[in-house]
Each structure stands twice: as structure tokens, then as C-alpha cells.
């Protein structure tokens, strides 16, 4: 079964698979000339699997293909595994609304609209937690930083008018990274710590959950672009 990833504009899907050309104009929201995309089978006896190429990738490859409803097979060993290893995963959401786009019948029923709409999250998206929806990034995994971070992130504030710190929380898996205003983490934690350096770390326990509790979901691409340009920040 294909992995679940997230996919900015539709949210956590089951990626399929694509050629490199279907997947960078997938990137850029664009579209091919007529007939230019092609569905391929790599056919073998144990194992037929099938995504979408584009004719000049296949004549690139010198790829042999015979044409059976629209499809083209693919038999030679060594060209499967060539053709093969060279798919990248795709959202399929991202990649029906290229074909429409292209004039092609996409594998999933999908509105010429929304084909067309070139907004950052579609209307079809799913952005339960703990994702966050950005108008300008679309999906992404949330963040959370103290309210008065978010409110500055939000309304495109230079700075907090105080020290933001970052929390670094150690756990097993690794490191989440918080952002805070200096008042509210003494408030919450005690006047007694060290922020001096402007960067706190917190092993995860009690501490690091009352700092989720009061933290804010948030854009992570938005938090970075406005840390990086808060000079009290210790990123900046």
C-alpha cells in the first residue's frame, strides 16, 4: 500500500507515482499540449504496475511500448526497472487536476474548477490537526509559539516589542522546537530560568506540556520568515 504524506494543497494523501516531468509541472500548476501525457504499464508476470509519463520521456529512454486502449505496455526487463526507478512519488489529487489541465481523462473524477483554481489549498483539502492551514504556504504540520508570536506572525508585526526565545524540548525522537516571548515562559515556567543566551531547553515532561497548552498553532514557513527577521530573536 503507498505511504500517506502530506500534500500542501490537498492535505495527507496516498501518494502514487509519476514520472519526473508529470511531477515538476505538478510543482509548477502547469499543463501539457494535447496527447503529450501517456499512461504506462510496466508489465511483468507477477507484478503490473502503471503511472503517468509524458511521449518525449519515453522516446528520451528509447523506451518500446505497444498500445492497448489508450495504454502503453512496457515489457523489456531492464527498461522497467529503468522506468521504474525513476518515478517520483505525487499527490494523485495534484495529478488528475494536471491531466484536466492537459485535456487528459485524469484516473479520479475531478471538477474542471478546481483543476483551474490555482489557490494554495483546495476546496477538497482535509487540514485536521495537527496540520495547519496557510493561505500563502497551504498545508503544512503545525507549529505553536506563545499567542503574542502568532498575533506578530499574523499581522506582519516587526518585532514583539520584547525578547522571543526558542524552546527546544528533548525527547526520544528528537527535538520540538517552540517559540516563546520571554514574559509569558517566566510566567509560565518561573522568573528563576536562563534565557540569557535567548534559547531555553526543557527536557519533555510537565514543563514542556503546560508550553503546548499555552502555545498557538501556527504556519511554520510564516514562524521562520518572521523569526528570521525579529532582531531579538537568537535566529536572527
Known sequence: MNPTRLC???????????????????????????????????????????????????????????????????????MIAKLRGSWEPVCPDCRDELLVRSGVEPDYPTPVERAFDMSAIADNAESRKPLFACSKHGILRQRLASPAIVKAVSHGAASLGGRSIKVIVRNTHGEQVLWFDQALLRYALGEQIDVASGVFRIENG??????????????GQCLEAWVEGDSSSPAS
Open 8 to 78: 500542501s494543497r490537498h492535505g495527507e494523501r496516498r501518494f502514487e507515482r509519476a514520472s519526473p516531468r508529470i511531477a515538476q509541472w505538478i510543482r509548477d500548476r502547469g499543463a501539457f499540449g494535447a496527447g503529450e501525457p501517456v499512461k504506462v504499464s510496466l508489465d511483468r508476470a507477477k507484478c503490473t504496475v502503471a503511472a503517468w509519463m509524458t511521449w518525449t520521456e519515453l522516446h528520451e529512454n528509447e523506451a518500446v511500448t505497444t498500445m492497448a486502449d489508450g495504454v502503453a505496455h512496457v515489457h523489456a526487463l531492464p
Open 206 to 219: 510537565s514543563e514542556a506540556q503546560l508550553l503546548r497548552e499555552l502555545g498557538w498553532p501556527v504556519c
